[in-house]
């Protein structure tokens, strides 16, 4: 995504004066990546009102170990790693990158397994908990890094939670972002939520067949505008005589003849993934879910207590869970915070990045400072 700079009128800066700051500011470009954000005051004239030249970053290609994964890296500091959810990428993190950045961090966003240009094993068992944990632990010692921050989105915060529980000496905190921590239950949730929400539940729905495969790659542009919106509780969607809504089915959401609420992404944005999950399709994504039964018991000994520092940032709007399982976490979770925004869905960090930014930077500052914190 590119952000191209805006121009202003200014007066000419001697040029003794511009050398200096130059030299004060190049050094910042370089550690942040492809950034120049600059606000220069001369004589209480703003000569410059802002000039910015910022890219998504490109991919290097980092060998894990047993992958290899597609990783966006920007800056210098503190490490913070950000790991997508379903369906997105790194890119989903474009506009979280450059504010951390500039706030004195080193940020890293990886395509996670199945996705983007990371690997994209065939095998369901290649895709358990254990092997995404291994994943950024190894994409962590390949890069030197030493306990870093995981900000996890959907699936990502899944995934940061457990690492709080599997690997908590590796890293120094955790924010999820809309997906509360769940306390591993006594029964297979595959079986739960057979029992409560049915067959068409879409994670049910997943374990079953390869239909949601199929639907998917038929269309890839049509499965994410469709999925990837905003303001969905306005949904004329008919509710079940409990007066409960219908469990999400995304094989029916593919059927609406105009999906819910409003696309988050535009027209560039749409086309970035569309051409990712073309090129690879969605079985490896899917098969994440496939392994919810392998995860939970493979856990059945670890302890269900976080007691990393933790944020938590939840949205009022959210579809995909509710206030009171927010509420649940609270007894499992020591050192918890939780920020709620207003008028925002799933997509958190597409949806209200100035928001979300915000929160972010202000526990990272408190838990987590950077020399410029």
């Not at 890119?91 to 990371?118: C, H, N």
């Not at 094993?121 to 890094?145: C, R």
């Not at 049915?198 to 505008?225: C, L, M, T, W």
């Not at 869970?321 to 925002?344: F, G, R, W």
Request: proline share 7%.
């Amino acid at each position: 995504m590119i952000f191209s700079g805006v121009r202003s009128e200014a007066r000419t800066l001697p040029q003794s004066l511009a050398t200096n700051l130059v030299r004060l500011f190049v050094p910042i470009y370089i550690n942040v990546g492809k950034l120049a954000l600059v606000r220069l005051k001369y004589k209480g004239f703003l000569t410059t009102k802002m000039f910015m030249y910022a890219k998504f970053p490109d991919p290097v290609i980092v060998d894990t170990g047993e992958i290899r994964m597609a990783v966006h890296e920007i800056g210098a500091g503190p490490p913070i790693i950000l790991v997508h959810g379903f369906p997105e990428l790194a890119f989903s993190w474009r506009k979280q990158m450059l504010p951390l950045a500039e706030a004195g961090y080193r940020v890293i966003a990886p395509d996670m397994r199945g996705y983007g240009g990371t690997d994209v094993p065939p095998n369901i068992s290649d895709y358990t908990i254990q092997k995404l944990i291994g994943d950024l632990t190894g994409l962590m010692d390949a890069l030197s890094i030493n306990r870093p921050v995981i900000i996890g989105h959907d699936w990502g915060a899944l995934i940061a939670w457990q690492m709080s529980l599997i690997v908590p000496k590796r890293i120094s905190g955790l924010i999820a972002l809309n997906i509360p921590f769940f306390k591993r239950p006594p029964i297979n949730p595959i079986t739960i939520m057979r029992w409560k929400l049915g067959k068409d539940f879409y994670i049910v729905n997943f374990q079953d067949s390869d239909q949601a495969d199929r639907h998917f790659n038929e269309n890839p542009s049509h499965f994410i505008n469709s999925i990837m919106r905003k303001r969905q509780r306005n949904t004329k969607e008919p509710k079940k005589k409990s007066g409960k809504k219908n469990p999400i089915s995304l094989i029916r959401m593919l059927e609406q003849e105009q999906p819910a609420g409003e696309p988050v992404l535009n027209a560039e944005e749409l086309a970035y993934y569309t051409r990712a999950f073309t090129k690879n399709g969605f079985t490896g994504p899917i098969n994440w879910y496939r392994n919810f039964k392998h995860n939970w018991k493979s856990t059945r000994n670890i302890k269900q207590i976080v007691q990393s520092p933790t944020l938590f940032v939840g949205a009022t709007d959210e579809i995909v869970v509710s206030v009171k399982q927010i509420e649940h976490m609270k007894p499992y979770v020591e050192d918890l915070e939780i920020t709620m925004i207003e008028d925002c869905g799933h997509w958190t960090q597409q949806e209200k990045p100035d928001e979300l930014n915000a929160i972010l930077l202000d526990w990272l500052k408190r838990r987590y400072p950077s020399i410029r914190s």
